[in-house]
């Protein structure tokens, strides 16, 4: 781990402030995903700026019958409270579905958010990758790529997001408040903050530099049943060969959102239309711009299989 200078901000607009006017400079919330990719060296700041002492770590009720959850609130605060247990139950859900423990102790809802790709060339300095170092190439794709995404990818990269709770936080139409150095907000659609690689892989999301989480605000209550399943090579600690989030109406309509198989939470709002005809008709018209290797082509089949498996439970 390479030497770094560290502050500990009092409020969103000095972290933000602190972040945008220093080159290399992060923020640190929970740290579980970042000090593992410091280690590595993978990341390497010059400068760390502590944001668990400006607050953010509330979950409160909004004027439209939602929630806003503060972007240092812990997953299992999140995942434990009985609002969201209760009305966002596939939140919950995906929530205990990552990591252990005592690792959801520690992340924090806008660390989860950013947590970068588990893609093996990623981690290994010695591999090329775009995304760790843009023009050097990508390895996974003529490499061994079972774990990676097979739509929404580049010739750049093929790396796969590895959250499950943005998975349902997409179903549910969240939106991600933010703060900026000048103090100024905005509020990003959940469906507009991961990026696809195309040409610029490095870059995971839409959030300009300095640009600080504050939030993540659910809209009212949309009912229905409300599962998420995750396929995974062992039964914890492994991140999703594919998952799915859905909340299915009695009449069999609903939403659905893929995880594991594209380099964003995946949901195809038109493919939906096609839920109450079964999980083929879904994955069909929502993997149809799919572009597999060999090795990972048998996810297309697996989101079938596992949709199917949701589909049923919810029916039951």
Known sequence: ?????????????????????????MFLGGGTNLLDLMKLEIEVPTHLVDVQDIGLDAIEETDEG????????????????????????????????????????????????????RCPYFYDPNMPCNKRKPGTGCAAIEGYSRQLAVIGTSDKCIATYPGDMAVALRVLDAEVETIKADGATRSIPIADFHRLPGDAPERDNVLEPGELITGVVLPGPIGGTHVYRKVRDRRSYAFALVSVAAVIQDDGTGRVAFGGVAPKPWRDEAAEAALPQGAKAVVSRAFAKARPSEHNKFKITLAERTLAAVIAKARS
């Open 1 to 25: 781990m390479r030497a770094f200078t560290y502050q500990r901000a009092t409020s969103p607009r000095e972290a933000a402030a602190a972040v945008a006017g220093k080159r290399g400079a």
């Open 66 to 117: 939602g929630l806003r959850i503060g972007a240092l609130v812990s997953n299992t605060a999140l995942a434990a409270d009985a609002r969201v247990r209760r009305d966002y139950a596939v939140l919950s859900r995906a929530i205990v579905a990552g990591a252990s423990g005592q690792l959801r102790n520690k992340a924090t809802t806008a660390g989860n958010l950013l947590q970068r790709t």
